[in-house]
Every structure is written in C-alpha cells, then in structure tokens.
C-alpha cells in the first residue's frame, strides 16, 4: 500500500516554554523532530510541515533523511492541508498524519491505524477516559459528566487519501484534528487502542517524561534464515567462511557457503528487506563464484546504516560430513569480523539428521540461523 506521512510542525509551542519552538528542542539527545521523523521513516514518503522561519533548522534536523519540507499555515488545519495539497500531483492510497510532538509513538500503535486502514476509510488511536470527570467554575466543582463513550484522542490519524483531501478542501474554519475534519465530511473513523506511551508534549513538564520513555525505547527484531547446497565435485568446502577439506565441494552460483547464506537471509529477514536474491540475483552474471562475505557485509551495513545493532547471530549447520567441531570456533572469529560484532555473540553449531533425508544421505548441507537486532 502506498503510503505518505504527514508531520505538522509548522506551531510555535509557546506552553513549552523555552527559547525555541518545542519541536526543535533536543530531549535524550535528540531533537523532538527527529525522533518523530525517525518512528516514522520505514512507513513511507515523509512530508513535514513547517513554520517558513524554520526551514534551515528543520534541514538540520532532517539531515540524511528523505523528507519534503512544505511552508505550513497559521493554522493546525491549514498546515495539514497545505502537506495534504504537497502529495496531490502524485497521491498515495493513505495518508497518516501525525503532531511532531509526539516523538514517543510506539510501532504497535502504527501498525494498528496501518491494519484498520485495510478495511476502514479513517482509523485514529484513543485511549478510553476512565478518570472522574467534572465541571467547575471560581474553583469549585459544579457538576459531573458521564464518562462512557469518551476517548482520549491521539496521533497518527490515517485516511484514504482523496477522502481526507477532498475533506480539507471543502472545510471552513479550523477544527480539533482531522478526525474532526473527517467527520464533517461524512467519514466513519474507526478508532484503534491508544498507548499511554505515546503522550504529546504540550509544557516544561513533558520534557523529561518523554526522555524517559526514549531513553528506555528498544526496537527489537529477530530474523530467520535458511539455506541449501548441495554437494558436487571438489575437495573442500566453505563453511560460515571458513575452508574445509572434504572429498566433495558445495554447487551454487556463489561460493555456496551455506552457513553465511542463512545468516544473510536472516539479517535481512530482520530487516523486512527479502533474502540475498533481492539483493544480489543468481541471474547476474557479476555473482557467479563470488565470496559470500560480500553479501553478508551488506546486510550488516544495511542493519547498521539503519540504526541497528547485531545483537547476536546463531548458526546451526546440518549435515553428516565434514565435521564442524574443530573448525567451529575459526568460523565464530570470521564471522564476527565480517558483521563488525564480538566473536562471543556468533554461535556456530551442528547437528546431523541422523541419516534421514537429503543431509542424512549426504546429498547435501542445510543451513538454519536466527538473528536479532537491536536500535537503542
């Protein structure tokens, strides 16, 4: 699904306080901006919506990210509209939109909005009221109001994206959110659970609550890889970039180490970005007998220019022959040399399959691998 997002960051955030606009101010390191920009860089094109005396800041801020900077309006809905307008010459299918103060969205509560959008023309998060609620006047409590039925609205709100367009253009005035916006127009919104995580900062208060949240945010991902050769004619084989003497050697358009295939796939697979095929195709001429390290190499560098770190890789090589105990420990130190890791977090193992199937007849090895990744 084609997807774009909306960043409003066009406000002056004067209950925040401070000497510059709330989004440009750093929390845990980094500026409110680009963490937000950063929840939201895999989910599609990324438009922010800013102020015009901001623009050589907000380039700061989005160094080494594809991001379009639009002029916003001296309104929440008219800067809305104005990145809504920015994407109409090549309209995606949806469209979330999202406040940049709110730097601490968690993934689940995309992935949610993302999910509702498949059946629903708008989806927003909310998290239910569940405090008492009252009404007052000169400090004093005047009376109460039912508290069923009420949410609690939150960011990203996600449309169909001609029928938010159309909506903003026919909408008079500003409004509360786009949600708001929807409505008027005749839009059902579905409503998605919420996260208490993911809180706006609106005063000073803000601040260290979401650097607390930041400091402590992980993004976990765990991949699986899987990978066959079989045997044909030689005198030694590659293993996990290692060469082993046995009496027949791998076929494959590579160098056929299987070992370092499954880990590529399983890196990649943490990555969501397919297997080696994708990336370097067996129809390409340039591959035949290349070194499998050069595969790897990438997927590592594709995890790390992304943020991530290898946490730990684990390797089970399964096959008859050759024995991998004695060269179990040479393949861990090449391994980790190429990844750019401690040899302690590469695990390289075997097991036979006790001469059933295709390992069990020696017609070949199989590869198994697990690898996890981890953004601070």
């Known amino acids: 699904m084609d997807q774009a997002i909306v960043i409003v960051a066009a406000g002056r955030g004067q209950r925040a306080g401070g000497p510059r606009p709330k989004q440009w101010r750093e929390v845990a390191g980094k500026p409110v901006a680009r963490w937000t920009l950063e929840a939201f860089a895999q989910r599609g094109r990324l438009v922010m919506v800013i102020h015009p005396d901001d623009r050589a800041v907000a380039e700061q801020v989005c160094a080494g990210l594809d991001v379009a900077l639009v002029n916003g309006a001296a309104s929440r809905t008219g800067s809305v509209r104005a990145g809504l307008e920015s994407l109409a010459e090549a309209a995606p ?3 979330l939109i999202h406040d940049v103060a709110r730097p601490c969205t968690p ?3 995309i992935d949610a909005v993302e999910r509702a959008l498949r059946d629903a023309p708008a989806a927003a998060p909310a998290l239910p009221v569940t405090d008492a609620l009252w009404t007052g006047t000169g400090g004093k409590v005047t009376g109460t109001r039912d508290r069923v039925g009420l949410f609690r609205a939150q960011t990203p709100q996600g449309f169909r994206f001609g029928s938010i367009l159309a909506a903003h253009r026919a909408h008079a005035g500003d409004a509360a959110d786009d949600v708001a916006v929807a409505r008027a127009a005749g839009l059902d919104v579905a409503i998605v659970p919420g996260d208490e995580r993911n809180l706006k900062i609106t005063g000073p208060e803000d601040f260290p609550r979401a650097a607390r949240l930041l400091e402590t945010r992980m993004d976990v991902r765990l991949g699986n ?11 030694r084989v590659i293993l996990c970039g290692v060469e082993v003497p046995h009496d027949r050697g791998l076929l494959g358009h590579s160098d056929a180490d299987v070992g370092m295939h499954a880990v590529t796939d399983a890196l990649y697979g943490a990555l969501a970005e397919g297997d080696i095929g994708r990336h370097f195709p067996p129809s390409d001429p340039q591959w035949k007998g290349a070194d499998s390290a050069i595969f790897l190499r990438h997927a590592s560098e594709l ?11 684990d390797v089970t090589l399964v096959c008859e022959r050759p024995k991998i105990g004695p060269h179990a420990e040479k393949m861990m130190r090449r391994m980790s040399e190429i990844m750019r890791i401690a040899p302690h977090r590469v695990s390289i193992k075997a097991t036979t399959s006790e001469q059933l199937g295709f390992t069990g007849r020696e017609e070949g090895i199989a590869a198994l691998a697990t690898a996890s990744l981890v953004k601070p």
């Open 93 to 95: 299918e949806t469209v």
């Open 303 to 313: 995890a790390n220019a992304r943020g991530f770190v290898i946490s730990n890789v």
């Open 107 to 109: 993934p689940t509560v």
């Open 225 to 235: 890889g899987y990978d066959v050769h079989r045997f044909g004619p030689g005198d």
